[in-house]
């Protein structure tokens, strides 16, 4: 039985796509897949509760001819029975674990290994399906299992110089990380400076971010989130439900908190001290 575990984007998101860094890191929620002999190939979800942007029959008819791409015929005979503990449209990776559990899985039917940057680079092409132009920090997060910097695909693991703790609160579900990563693109038409602007200002947070997250300085790290959050507002994808209950988070303590993901709904995730 093939795994991939969850991610959480602690910051960056929406500029990553610009070729700008974000950090991000897996979370204990999981998808479990099984690939099985079968005459008649295809996905089948034990649970309902894969994100409803995947459910589009046109976007699942293209994974087995991508499956077949990338590992041959042999594919065919496969069925990948799906269980997944992820919740979608949350902006935890939901497709990005389903992505790599999928590689993960056939991987293992055959007998085969593959490092961490071969399967991220095979879930690429599964991802592509769902995203259409992902920046690609959700998949290799997934694939490293690690606390990442990414940028343009490149990846660094990061040294927390303390365990973080994070507190994760669900919003209603956003419209699919596509249709938000295209109203920025949109946004972006309309007012280039501005939104540009709005890319470099959480740039300049994600590499204090690393910093922080190195030296164990959790407040400035809680600070950082209050402030990558007011640009992801200024950027149109938070939600008045988001930015309440990173509101309420604060007000029960954290020390920063912000959405995760594409936002439009779905995460928040808010810091604590150990
Ligand atoms: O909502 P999620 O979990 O798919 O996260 C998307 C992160 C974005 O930066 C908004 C898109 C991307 O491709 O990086």
Not at 54 to 61: E, M, R, V
Not at 99 to 117: Q, W
């Amino acid at each position: 039985m093939a795994q991939a575990r969850a991610k959480i984007i602690l910051a960056g998101e929406h500029a990553v796509v610009y070729g700008h860094p974000a950090i991000a890191q897996p979370i204990d929620l999981e998808v479990r897949i099984h690939a099985i002999k079968s005459l008649e190939p295809g996905l089948v979800f034990l649970n309902p509760k894969m994100d409803p942007q995947h459910k589009s029959d046109s976007l699942f008819a293209q994974v087995q001819p991508k499956l077949v791409s990338l590992f041959g015929d042999r594919v065919e005979k496969l069925v990948f029975e799906i269980d997944s503990d992820i919740p979608g449209g949350c902006g935890l990776g939901s497709s990005a674990a389903l992505s790599v559990g999928l590689i993960r899985a056939a991987l293992e039917h055959f007998g085969e290994s593959g490092s961490p940057e071969e399967i991220a680079l095979m879930a690429l092409e599964l991802e592509k399906i769902f995203h259409g132009n992902p920046s690609g920090v959700d998949h290799t997060v997934i694939a490293h299992e690690d606390l990442i910097w990414f940028q343009n695909g490149q990846v660094e693991k990061i040294n927390a110089y303390r365990p973080l703790k994070f507190s994760i609160m669900m919003a209603s579900p956003h419209a699919g990380t596509r249709a938000v990563v295209e109203a920025v693109r949109q946004r972006r038409l309309q007012d280039e400076v501005a939104v540009n602007k709005i890319f470099s200002g959480i740039s300049e947070i994600v590499f204090s971010m690393r910093s922080q997250i190195e030296q164990g300085n959790l407040r400035e790290m809680g600070l950082l989130m209050n402030r990558n959050q007011r640009l992801l507002k200024q950027l149109g994808v938070s939600t008045p439900e988001l930015d309440q209950l990173c509101e309420q988070a604060i007000q029960n303590g954290a020390l920063g908190a912000k959405l995760t993901g594409a936002g439009g709904g779905g995460c928040v995730i808010a810091l604590f001290a150990e």
